[in-house]
């Protein structure tokens, strides 16, 4: 297919790999990643990126500045030690890295992943600025304003003939035992992404 290509019509088809698209646990089994997300430590320094050092002792991997530590580290060495599979299929981009094959996708990367922790963090934080305490009488605890957080998202979806999977607001569907916790959601990427829209519409 990648070399001889195949013939139809009298024309010559030729494949190319443009990409390999997954999870990033995928990616680690299938690539022999020695680098990967899954390595990430909550206490010592780990290698957690296929296209950098970032995690590395002196390189952390929360700095998205734009003179972050990690950058300069950069497809400079193989995330791996045993070649890929993969790696027998012609793909060579034109800097000679090839671990720019595997790809992130926008369902793994915000539909379950950063998306979901940044809707969860906007619902908790306009609700912490009383964004949806429409009159005085009304109570001012978490769980009070998530539910009329969720009443103003059902109506929007209403409006625009969506159909969440989310019946409630709930400081458990936030992940937030304490309303000083880091809030991060739980649901479907759909939601995710519903989420989104009513939130840029809100705001």
């Not at 780990?46 to 991997?61: I, K, S, T, W």
């Not at 978490?142 to 998202?153: D, E, I, Q, S, V």
């Amino acid at each position: 297919l990648f070399k001889d290509g195949i013939s139809a019509h009298r024309d010559q088809y030729y494949f190319a790999l443009v990409g390999s698209k997954g999870a990033m646990k995928w990616h680690q089994e299938i690539a022999n990643l020695t680098r990967s997300y899954c390595n990430l430590g909550q206490k010592n320094a780990h290698l957690m990126c296929a296209d950098c050092h970032a995690g590395a002792e002196g390189f952390p991997h929360e700095n998205v500045n734009d003179d972050a530590e990690w950058m300069g580290t950069e497809h400079i060495d193989r995330p791996w030690t045993k070649e890929p599979i993969f790696s027998q299929i012609p793909f060579e981009p034109a800097d000679g890295a090839p671990e720019k094959l595997y790809k992130c996708d926008v369902f793994h990367v915000w539909k379950l992943g950063s998306g979901r922790d940044f809707t969860a963090s906007c619902i908790v934080l306009l609700c912490s600025l009383s964004y949806f305490d429409f009159i005085a009488a009304e109570s001012k605890s978490m769980p009070n304003r998530l539910k009329r957080a969720h009443g103003c998202f059902a109506l929007w979806c209403a409006g625009c003939n969506k159909h969440p999977h989310l019946r409630q607001f709930t400081q458990k569907l936030f992940h937030m035992p304490k309303v000083s916790s880091m809030p991060w959601g739980g649901y479907k990427g759909s939601d995710t992404m519903l989420l989104s829209k009513w939130l840029a519409f809100y705001v």
